[in-house]
């Protein structure tokens, strides 16, 4: 059976309250997959991906984030950005980022499609994750993506503006 792609962006949240049960390394791949397909500009794919299992180093990352439950994800994805292998436009525009951004958006469709949950984190002290992941410097860390189950089925409330709000035609109109 498929799932409709509109079920799956309506059905993403970002997920704070996770379980303790592990995430199955096939699982894992799966996600991991969805990112590794996703387009880059020039088809570049100037990203790279640190899954992160151990619980000593979960919580050296989770210094450089404030929040208590994040360490409680089983799984933290680092999602990383190759700035000596990205497409740059003309007028010097890094797409690293963009393309980290796109392959992220298809792990946590796949994630939700495989009944686990993410959030999206970007509130976090880049340099210090630099540091404890030991990156070349060419590499950024993007975002992190904690990745589990979740631990009941509470969710919260997804506030989105309509589409009048984000959208006009022929030329940008303030809404």
């Not at 990156?135 to 997804?158: H, M, T």
Request: proline letters at 5%.
């Amino acid at each position: 059976m498929s799932v409709k792609f509109s079920d799956l962006a309506a059905e993403r949240y970002s997920l704070r309250k996770f379980s303790d049960k592990p995430v199955e390394k096939e699982k894992i791949l799966q996600v991991l997959e969805a990112a590794r397909l996703a387009p880059s500009a020039v088809n570049y794919q100037p990203r790279h991906f640190i899954v992160v299992t151990d619980e000593e180093l979960k919580a050296k990352i989770a210094e450089g984030y404030s929040r208590d439950w994040f360490a409680s994800a089983p799984v933290v994805i680092v999602a990383c950005g190759d700035h000596s292998t990205s497409w740059k436009r003309r007028d010097g525009k890094d797409h690293a980022d963009i393309d980290v951004a796109i392959a992220v958006d298809h792990l946590t469709l796949a994630a939700v499609e495989l009944g686990l949950g993410t959030c999206w984190v970007c509130a976090f002290d880049a340099g210090h994750v630099h540091k404890v992941l030991e990156l070349p410097e060419e590499i950024e860390a993007v975002a992190l993506i904690p990745l589990g189950y979740p631990a009941d089925e509470s969710r919260p409330l997804k506030k989105r503006k309509e589409l009048d709000e984000i959208v006009s035609w022929n030329g940008y109109k303030k809404a």
